[in-house]
């Protein structure tokens, strides 16, 4: 597989639990550089927790989380900031501050990290405005903004200082048809363009899989199928094809355990 | 532009903490500034020095030309001891002047009156106030009155 | 019997990881160093939000508390005919008690429901985790600015406060009551002492912005960032920093003032 010569991101035997509950159990995914990597699973199975690991947010219990051949776990509070400042990040919620309009909000990661002159740092913001198609917006605030533009602001900021991986945490979530168009259309884009490496945590399957290189498929904390779309449209597992096909009934079960339902319903209380 | 009125008013809000703490300094704490430098400081003995406090005026005639620094014991008279500041301004007071402790009305304050004596040397810093007068006791006055009335 | 002992040994857990965390906060803020030219717009920002739009509170209510300590005064002063001490009683208490202890609890209120309120709800739409993955510190970019503000402000809310206050006084008592203006000021400026009352009173400002603004900045951080952890943290930090400025106020008191 020559996708995988150049691989940005490698995650070995990867243990995290919160609390009592295990959520990872022996991860492992490996990231080619600048292809769309969808990591994909039912809700529940920490598809976000794992970007937070990626960035350093999270520490896990055990294993390795290599970008670029580093560790993210062992660093140093102040190498993992300089790490960060070549992630972008896509938050579910676009995060956008607030209190700021958009161009500052695009223009924030540029004051922070660099020292460019003003002109300078206006022109890489209408860039990146031009690039997601809201140039226009620029003055506006992000209570003005609707959740599709929102999204499309943070995902200019995130590609502000033109990082090397972009993460996009479920991007297409709560979108109208329209918007998640545009954002399924943008993300590819960007891509090649920009030649990043994407990361894509989704369960929105029809999306993902037309703008996916490489999907994993994750679910009860460990990888159970990947490969090129293609490929996973053949696999024969009960559980991918429920995931894949969309059927409410399975390997997954339908019902959160329980008891014996009729046992219970004669108990009483 | 929002930024500039921010900006003016927490410039006007720090101006006006600041106000607040001299208007608080020098209007509410009676605080001077060249008070203690310019003065020089005398003792005095009294009997009895009833409710006087630290930092009671020094008057002279009524006017203030000092503060009462601290009240001790002289613990080989059996006395008390006041130790005052008084203004370095106040030079006229000729070293046989006497003290004596007043009664700002009937339950004022107490503070300390200076009586100028004839002397032609002046007090200076260390001295001493020999003559002194103690304060009026209110409950000694009245059991003397009783006293008196019984005896008639 | 044991169930109990098991949920009182959690609860106790909770509380002390709780105090835990927010000794991190606070060493992170103290030891955050600020870079003081990126720094300084954000600080100028917060001075604004806590102290300036706290102002308008803390004038009215410092000139309605001043006027009641006036009027109340002379009623109790008078029947002793010691009326002229009113004075001296309004800026003493507003200097020692009242001004730093009312400026903080309208300050908590005002204020540290908002800092909670505003980082709380950073938090629910992940602009703290957006900052961390952008690079920046939160704890420099938004935990540091609104300490630090908040511990500015206070003292100087605290000062506007009891000036308002004895200005309150002495309308109530001299313009209105009739107290000869003379006395009302003399005896106010000998009984106060600027070192041994005005400081410690700022002492104690102080020491109350510190806990108020912890306590508002840490519940904010520390939430569960939902709508009803939100609230529950709101309220939590009016009612503990309020609870925490009367047990210090007692206490700074009792260290200050006690041996007189």
């Not at chain 2, 003995?45 to 005639?61: D, H, M, Q, Y």
Request: hydrophobic share 50%.
């Amino acid at each position: 597989m020559d996708m995988f010569d150049d691989i940005i991101i490698n995650i070995r035997k990867l243990n995290f639990s919160r609390g009592d509950r295990a959520i990872f159990r022996g991860l492992d995914i490996r990231i080619p550089r600048g292809k769309v990597t969808a990591i994909m699973g039912p809700s529940g199975t920490g598809k976000t927790t794992l970007l937070k690991l990626i960035g350093g947010q999270l520490l896990p219990d055990s294993g390795r989380i290599e970008l670029d051949g580093a560790n993210i776990p062992t660093l140093s509070r102040r190498d993992l900031f300089e790490v960060r400042a070549r992630l972008g990040m896509l938050f579910q919620s676009g995060a956008l501050f607030t209190d700021m309009s958009v161009f500052e909000n695009v223009a924030f990661p540029l004051r922070v990290h660099t020292d460019l002159p003003e002109d300078m740092i206006r022109d890489i913001v209408l860039m990146k405005l031009q690039a997601v198609g809201l140039r226009g917006a620029r003055e506006l605030m992000p209570s003005e903004l609707s959740g599709g533009m929102a999204r499309r602001v943070a995902l200019a900021r995130a590609i502000a200082l033109d990082p090397h991986l972009v993460m996009y945490d479920e991007p297409f979530t709560g979108q109208d048809p329209i918007a998640m168009g545009v954002l399924v259309n943008l993300i590819r884009r960007l891509n090649q363009a920009l030649g990043h490496t994407s990361i894509i945590v989704s369960h929105d399957i029809k999306e993902t899989l037309g703008i996916a290189d490489y999907v994993y498929l994750v679910s009860d904390g460990s990888v159970i199928a990947h490969g090129t779309p293609k490929e996973l449209a053949q696999v024969e597992s009960e559980q991918v094809r429920q995931f894949m096909q969309g059927l409410p009934d399975g390997p997954v079960p339908f019902h959160y355990p329980a008891g014996e339902y009729r046992a219970e319903l004669m108990k009483g209380v | 532009m929002r930024t500039r009125v921010m900006e003016i008013s927490v410039g006007a809000f720090m101006l006006a903490g600041i106000l607040a703490l001299i208007l608080l300094a020098l209007n509410v704490s009676g605080l001077t500034v060249s008070d203690s430098s310019g003065s020089y400081r005398v003792t005095a003995r009294f009997e009895n020095i009833g409710g006087l406090a630290p930092r009671a005026k020094v008057t002279l005639s009524g006017v203030q030309i000092g503060q009462v620094r601290s009240i001790g014991i002289d613990e080989r008279m059996l006395m008390a001891v006041v130790e005052m500041d008084i203004n370095g301004s106040a030079d006229y007071l000729s070293s046989d002047s006497s003290a004596q402790i007043l009664t700002a009305g009937l339950l004022g304050e107490q503070y300390i009156g200076i009586i100028p004596g004839a002397d032609d040397e002046m007090l200076k810093d260390g001295d001493a106030i020999e003559n002194t007068q103690s304060a009026l006791v209110l409950e000694n006055l009245v059991s003397k009155f009783l006293f008196n009335k019984v005896t008639e | 019997m044991l169930d109990q002992i098991q949920a009182l040994g959690r609860y106790g857990l909770t509380r002390l990881g709780a105090v835990g965390r927010s000794g991190m906060l606070l060493a992170h803020v103290l030891v955050a160093r600020p870079q003081p030219l990126k720094m300084f717009p954000l600080l100028l920002k917060q001075i604004y939000f806590v102290g300036v739009l706290s102002l308008v509170i803390i004038l009215v209510s410092g000139m309605f508390i001043g006027m009641v300590l006036g009027l109340q005064g002379y009623t109790i002063l008078v029947d002793y005919g010691s009326e002229q001490a009113v004075g001296q009683m309004v800026a003493l208490s507003l200097v020692r008690e009242l001004a730093p202890v009312v400026a903080a609890l309208l300050f908590a209120g005002r204020a540290g429901s908002a800092l909670t309120a505003e980082i709380g709800l950073m938090k629910a739409t992940e602009q703290l985790s957006s900052l961390e993955m952008i690079g920046v510190d939160p704890y420099r970019q938004i935990i540091a600015p609104r300490f630090w503000a908040g511990f500015i402000c206070m003292p100087i809310l605290s000062a506007i406060f009891a000036i308002v206050g004895v200005w309150g006084g002495a309308l109530v008592s001299v313009d209105w009551l009739g107290i000869y203006e003379g006395s009302f000021w003399a005896n106010m400026q000998h009984s106060v002492d600027f070192y041994e009352d005005i400081l410690n009173g700022l002492i104690k400002a102080v020491a109350f912005g510190f806990v108020v603004t912890w306590i508002a900045v840490f519940q904010g951080y520390d939430c569960v960032p939902t709508s009803e952890g939100i609230s529950q943290a709101t309220t939590r930090t009016v009612v503990y920093a309020s609870l925490w400025v009367l047990g210090l106020d007692f206490i700074l008191t009792a260290l200050m003032f006690g041996d007189l």
